[in-house]
């Protein structure tokens, strides 16, 4: 048996040699070796044993601490990522540090950070609300997305209920927008319609929850307001505990939207959909013991929502203090038939993401039976799932880490994902933490899913 202080030596050693070798050997190891490779039919999918090769640490990435930071000195506080699939370029909502941090999605290697310039203002950070409310309600930044190259926009959501454009590879800040003029809490996640230029933004902890069609000008990123929508029962869905993930379908031009509750009872949730511009939802899916959050489209229609409450065995909101036990799930749909498939053992989390590379969904599990409840008192190994899409079930749990709330700073919860599916990198940012190499001050932790079992 590998001892733990000889198993982190080795890998900080293995990190350690990826980051002298740089961009040029991986992205050579990347061209000449399958193992390596993904994208292709012929390389990549879940066809039989051979091809399930385990998904596996490759190694971390620091995050540095920037002046701005106000979480004791380190990443606590972050949000949603993104990787940008033809530029091969991750991005991190870091709330601690007040930027959007970018890393190479083809070797780990940090590039840079981007905050907001004048005459615009800084991303809020990590700030509580007055009057008090939920614990990230007011803070920012917390979606991220870019738009279609050669366009060098990307676009992000802060509080108070603001999207912003930057150029990314000048980070020069374009433009910003209100996405409900006077709503002190923020705006969160957000969906980007390529073929229109349109911006679907959640205001996920307005009272009612919303979100806004912003038309984005392709050629100046200047960014318009067009219409909202009130996600309350006059306007098709009674969203009783905010609205989380959107997501777009190129095939159906539609918006879809997970609710976490739906109506008066916690186990009633749902997806519902919403056309280019709608004020008003077109059709609910209902999805039963979940709380919808995260969300992501994968082949033959499906989406897959990961359920931010896990429930019991008997229907209820589970107690660890209870009797009954544990029922995590993530639960797939199909959008055009409406039929559900429940992937058992995964835990409650928030960000989804599925890898074309690899066939595979990956799915947070930052609120799992694994650790106690509430969020604040997280601490230790929760699972990053891996599910087939094809087979629709769970092949794998990989470790990541929680750390609870501490002097000066919130608890940090490994609840976001962003896959690259050139290489099958598996980036999961990380709060400040001991039990990862080279994350004293918050990291990115990056995993790798050969395409087959080597």
């Known amino acids: ?53 385990a998904v596996r640490l490759l190694g971390t990435t620091p995050v540095p601490v920037t ?8 990443m606590y506080s972050f949000d949603i990522s993104w990787v940008d699939q033809e530029r ?13 941090d970018v890393v190479d999605a083809r070797t780990g290697k940090f590039l840079k950070q981007i905050a907001p310039t004048g005459p ?13 409310a939920g614990a990230n309600d007011c803070s920012g930044p917390n979606g991220v997305t870019t738009a279609e190259a050669p366009l060098p926009w990307l676009f992000v959501t802060d509080a108070p209920s603001r999207l912003l454009c930057i150029n990314f590879m000048t980070g020069q800040t374009i433009s910003e927008v209100s996405t409900r003029p006077g709503e002190p809490t923020r705006a969160d996640e957000l969906v980007y319609d390529p073929q229109d230029g349109l911006i679907l933004a959640i205001n996920n902890a307005a009272s009612p929850p919303s979100g806004t069609f912003i038309k984005v000008n ?17 306007h098709g869905v009674d969203a009783e505990n905010g609205a989380e993930q959107p997501a777009w379908n190129p095939d159906t ?37 979940c709380g919808p959050a995260g969300l992501t489209l994968g082949p033959r229609e499906d989406v897959l929502i990961g359920c931010s409450t896990v429930f019991d065995t008997a229907g209820k909101v589970w107690d660890p203090a209870g009797t009954a036990t544990a029922a995590p799930k993530d639960v797939i749909l199909n959008v055009t038939t409406g ?34 409840l509430p969020a604040a008192t997280a601490k230790g190994s929760t699972p990053l799932g891996v599910i087939d899409a094809k087979d629709r079930s769970l092949i794998q749990l990989v470790p990541t880490y929680n750390v609870p709330a501490g002097t000066g700073h919130p608890a940090g919860t490994a609840h976001s994902v962003a896959v690259n599916a050139a290489n099958n990198f598996v980036f999961v940012p990380l709060p400040a933490n001991t039990a990862f190499p080279a994350c004293l001050t918050g990291c990115i932790a990056v995993f790798f899913r050969p395409s087959k079992a080597e």
């Open 120 to 132: 615009f203002a800084p991303f809020a950070g990590f700030k509580a609300c007055v009057p008090p």
């Open 218 to 234: 392709k050629s100046t990123c200047g960014l318009t307001r067009l219409n909202t929508i009130f996600l309350d029962a006059a």
């Open 1 to 53: 048996m590998i001892k733990a202080h000889q198993f982190l030596r080795d890998i900080q050693r293995t990190y350690a040699w990826y980051a002298v070798l740089g961009a040029v050997v991986l992205g050579l190891l990347s061209v000449g070796n399958p193992a390596m490779a993904g994208g292709g039919n012929d390389q990549g999918g879940n066809e039989g044993e051979a091809d399930r090769g």
């Open 67 to 74: 002046a701005s930071n106000n979480t004791a000195g380190a």
């Open 88 to 100: 091969q370029l991750y991005f991190l909502a870091d709330r601690s540090n007040k930027v959007v």
């Open 339 to 372: 039929t559900t498939t429940d992937v058992l053992g995964v835990g409650a989390g928030d960000e989804v993401w599925f890898n074309r590379g690899d066939g595979n969904y990956y799915a947070t599990g930052s609120a799992s039976p694994l650790r106690p």
């Open 253 to 289: 031009g539609k918006f879809y939207l997970s609710i976490p509750q739906i109506g008066p009872n916690v186990e009633d949730g749902g997806v519902v959909r919403i056309p280019p511009n709608g004020t008003a939802v077109e059709h609910t899916y209902p999805v039963k013991f």
